[in-house]
Structures are given as C-alpha cells and as structure tokens.
C-alpha cells in the first residue's frame, strides 16, 4: 500500500520514471522552471519544497532545520507516490544534495538512483575546522549586518577569495543552490528564502555528518556531482573528496555552483545522462 499520509509541498509534471528534485537553499524550487521543463520530457519530476517557500513567505518564527527532518519528509513524500515496489531517482543540489545524501543512507530501498551536485558537507574536508569558523562567521555577520553583507561573505569563502569587509553589494552567487535576485537586502526581512538560508539552514545543514559506510555500502547508486566553473571552490572539493571516500562516480556539470540556473537545458540533460 502506498503512504498517503504526506501533506507537505511538491509539484508533480511531465510523465515517465520518477525523479524527485530537491531544491538548495532553504527549499525554494524558485530557478529550475527551465531545468525541470526539459527533465518534464522523460521524467514525472517531482520538485520538493520542504518549507512551502513556493506559496509565499512564511508566517510565524522559522527554527534551525534539520536534514534528518527534511529527508523523512522526502521519504513520506515518495511512499505517497510511488507504486508498491518502484523505486525513484532523486536529484539534489547544494543542501538539497546533503538531503539527498542522508535520504540514501537511511532509506535506500525507495531509490534507485542519486545524483548529489556540490553538497557542502564540509565536515570531510582536512581544513573543516576552518571552514566551519568561515560558516560561523557568515552566520554572525547576517545577524548583525543583514543579507548582503553574509551573502558576499559566504560567496568568498566557497569560491576561496580574501574577505574584506565593509559595505557590500546584492549577491546572487552563494545562495547555495536558489536564486536571490528576488531577495531583498534588510535586516529586517525575516522568513525569505535567504534570510531562512542564512540564519537556519547553512550553519545546521554544513555541520551534519554524513553515514558514509552506509553510502559507501550504496555506492552504485550514487553520483557527486560538481561544476566545471566550481573547480579548487570548497563544494567541488567536498563534492570530488565525498565521491572518493564513498567509492561513488563523479561528474562534472556545466556552470558553477548554480549551474542548474545558469545552463538549465545544458545542466538536464548532463543530469539525465548521470541517472
């Protein structure tokens, strides 16, 4: 019997296999229309929005999310629309690749395939240390100076450039994985995506440590995917050092970080091949 519990928020298009799509960022799918579009023609492409982004800003506080939580929805979600006995493919990128990693080491017998495109589970990294304090910092820095200002912070830290602070433009180049172009920059704009981002997904999503025997163990499905532009930037180095440690394949994509947004039909298809 299919779970038909689930009554979170997805959106369901095209036909054919199953592919789940889990969105970077706080969850917003906002960006991938042109990706899922393409994917729409050989797949029903499930895009997850774990915090119901897509329907407008939250009401009420938001607290730290946690990739155990994300993923269990991600598994209710599939129970309610699978067929008994099928499996599906899931895609995730940025934090969305670190659920999409955990949700292959804790339910795999509802996967077939997994594709993770530059998960930033820097607790592998020989320098995690000072990686973590780097996250830190943009946590502290968005507290007290707002949006653009840790977003700049974070965007020369992933892609390894000296930081300088002082007054800093609008960024849509670290957003891990969901365009912010839309965002505004105040300190005072609570419950956007990348205010949430920020203040409850970065910090708890980068320090959450990975089953890797269980995904060594899985191996066969599993991809690390990273972006042609991203290479020497800290999510390719996870990305290439977690297919390693986990004995898995390793693609390249095209774009960077947000390939999925800056190449949509180009970044498909390579996706299409992968799974």
């Known amino acids: 019997m299919r779970d038909r519990q689930y009554d979170g928020h997805y959106d369901v298009r095209g036909s054919g296999p199953l592919l789940l799509i889990i969105p970077g960022g706080a969850g917003h799918p906002m960006g991938l229309e042109g990706a899922v579009a393409r994917l729409s023609e050989r797949f029903t492409v499930v895009t997850y929005d774990p915090l119901g982004l897509s329907r407008g800003p939250l009401d009420g506080p938001v607290g730290d999310q946690r990739v155990e939580v994300w993923s269990d929805r991600a598994h209710r979600l599939l129970g309610s629309l699978l067929p008994d006995g099928e499996s599906a493919r899931v895609f995730g990128s940025s934090s969305g690749g670190i659920v999409a990693l955990d949700l292959l080491a804790r339910y795999p017998q509802r996967l077939r395939r997994v594709v993770a495109h530059e998960p930033p589970s820097i607790g592998v990294l020989p320098d995690a240390v000072r990686q973590h304090a780097m996250i830190t910092e943009v946590y502290e820095i968005h507290r007290t100076e707002g949006v653009a200002a840790a977003t700049a912070r974070l965007s020369a830290g992933l892609e390894g450039r000296s930081w300088e602070p002082g007054p800093h433009p609008a960024s849509t180049a670290a957003d891990g994985g969901e ?71 390793f693609v390249e994509f095209p774009g960077g970080h947000l390939g999925v947004l800056q190449h949509p039909v180009a970044f498909a298809d390579r996706l299409a091949e992968a799974l």
């Open 179 to 249: 365009n912010t172009r839309s965002t505004p920059d105040s300190q005072g704009a609570q419950n956007t995506p990348m205010d949430i981002f920020l203040s409850h997904v970065l910090r708890p999503f980068t320090s959450h440590a990975l089953d890797l025997d269980a995904l060594k163990g899985l191996s066969s499905r599993l991809t690390l995917g990273a972006g042609r532009d991203s290479r020497g930037q800290l999510p390719f180095r996870t990305a290439s050092l977690l297919a390693e440690l986990s004995g898995s394949d």
